[in-house]
Nanobody, 126 residues
């Protein structure tokens, strides 16, 4: 059974930090790209960051570049998203997802991701 389980969300003041984790099971971890997405109330789900655990290739959307860091631990089948200098506009439910990785381009849209976690709430107060 494929499972992606997020944790680490919470309430933090602007300028603070949170570290999200995504624990994966049920498929070959290094065959997939793992992405983080977020969805704020009334808005569409958007991509935040993604990584290939196989080769370390990573992507960040412009709004989080320089503030968020994605990493993976292949021994633990876990991906982390370190979020620093948080802003109120980062408030959203954060989801991790998995998509087959062809080794060329990281999947960039929600439609390419096959497996999803249940989400974890991140709230940044001003």
């Amino acid at each position: 059974e494929v499972q992606l389980v997020e944790s680490g969300g919470g309430l933090v003041q602007a300028g603070g930090s949170l570290r999200l984790s995504c624990a994966v099971s049920g498929f070959a971890f290094t065959d997939y790209a793992i992405g983080w997405f977020r969805q704020a109330p009334g808005k569409e789900r958007e991509d935040v960051s993604s990584i290939s655990p196989r080769d370390g290739t990573a992507y960040y959307t412009d709004s989080v570049q320089g503030r968020f860091t994605i990493s993976s631990d292949n021994a633990k089948n876990t991906v982390w998203l370190q979020m620093d200098s948080l802003k109120p506009e980062d408030t959203a439910v954060y989801y991790c997802a998995a998509a087959w990785y062809d080794g060329i381009l990281l999947p960039g849209t929600i439609y390419e991701y096959d497996y999803w976690g249940q989400g974890t709430q991140v709230t940044v107060s001003s």
